[in-house]
């Protein structure tokens, strides 16, 4: 077992980060150690990408399985030449048109970057934060920082650094507060290497978003429920494990607004009536269930995935047994909302 360290939380602002703050987390980051810290689009666990012990920490603190890779983040284009081989003209368009933003790019790597980082591949994802707290460590610390999510793998990604502190509570030194994070869901990753770019995880940009600047790409098959028989369907490792989960258990209604609303009625009643506690989560004003809660997903996509993680906390902290979520459309971010319920899904029910 790993001693416990004492837990330190600094709140900064995310607009004028405080310099005597970002020194502090910058020295520790530099020195090999692990901080916390706000991203757009949700909390980081961050260390010195370069550094391989430092890495292992990482983790060891997670629980993570280590070929599951983690996401470089950098300051600046300098940094980014000094993890990479290579660049093409399609490559630099991403680049100019969505850094610093919440959308990952996967290179070939360069010999600079240690295989812990990377899970064992030859590639490396990268990508430059928007947020002013992120940007400032990074620069500060003078080294790209490596930082998943900064949850207990297996649970959902913390978008405030609260949720930081009841995962990791204990196991890091530094967490800095810079408040809700912006965006709710985790960067799109794009594999920019194959001749057609293919998106592995879908997030804060859309498809369409990115083929508007450089033409087709297409979503990894397992995106779309395509089984592959090859061994390669773990293109991106973080796919094959479960993910975003509360305790509770989570069961998602898909189908037509009037079926979708019946179904739910009707399993909330069975639910109740086998004594369970269940909390309902729609973006529908008309669903009126019997459950111990109903919380609302939010009005537009951007309000649904800023608070979609804070929600399956707070499940949680309620004590429900059962979260039914009704299923939303697939269009831009929606797509991307519907891949973090489904993992995090026990069971999927269409009508
Ligand atoms: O928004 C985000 O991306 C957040 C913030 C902190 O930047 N980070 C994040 O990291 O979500 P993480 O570790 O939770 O998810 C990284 C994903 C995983 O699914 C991983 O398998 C994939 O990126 N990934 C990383 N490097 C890869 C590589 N070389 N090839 C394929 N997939 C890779
Ligand atoms: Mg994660």
Known sequence: MNKRVKTEVLIINSKKPDDVIIE????LIRSGEIVAFPTETVY?????ALDPLAISKIYQIKG???????????????????????????????????WPGPITLIFKKS??????????????????????????????SGLPIAAPSANLSGKPSPTNASHVKEDLDGKVKLILDGGRTEIGIESTVIDMTPRI???????????????????EVRFHDTLLG???????????PGMKYRHYSPNARVVIVEGSKTRAE??????????????????IMTASRSLKPNADSVQFLGNNLDTIARNLFANLRKADKD???????????????????????????DQIIKV
Not at 44 to 48: E, F, K
Not at 91 to 97: D, G, L, S, V, W
Not at 262 to 279: C, F
């Open 262 to 279: 019946e179904k739910i009625i009707e399993l909330t009643k069975k639910l109740k009536d086998d004594g369970k506690r269940v909390s």
């Open 197 to 215: 770019p293919v998106i592995l995880r879908p997030g804060g940009i859309s498809k369409e978003r990115i083929e508007d600047e450089i033409g």
């Open 111 to 140: 010999k600079s970057v240690p295989k812990i980082t990377t899970g064992g591949l030859g590639t490396v994802a990268v990508r430059m934060p928007r947020n002013k707290i992120a940007l400032a460590l990074i620069k500060r």
């Open 319 to 345: 004590h429900i047994d059962v979260i039914v979520v009704q299923g939303i459309n697939y269009n831009n971010t929606g797509f991307a909302i519907m891949n973090r319920l489904k993992k995090a899904a």
């Open 64 to 98: 993570r399985p280590s070929d599951n890779p983690l996401i470089v983040h950098i300051g600046d284009l300098n940094m980014l030449s000094g993890l990479i081989s290579t660049i093409s003209p399609r490559e630099m368009r991403m680049i100019k048109k969505f």
């Open 24 to 27: 502090r987390a910058s020295s």
């Open 44 to 48: 980081g666990l961050g260390a010195n």
């Open 226 to 236: 395509i089984r592959s028989k090859s061994k390669k369907i773990n293109k991106s």
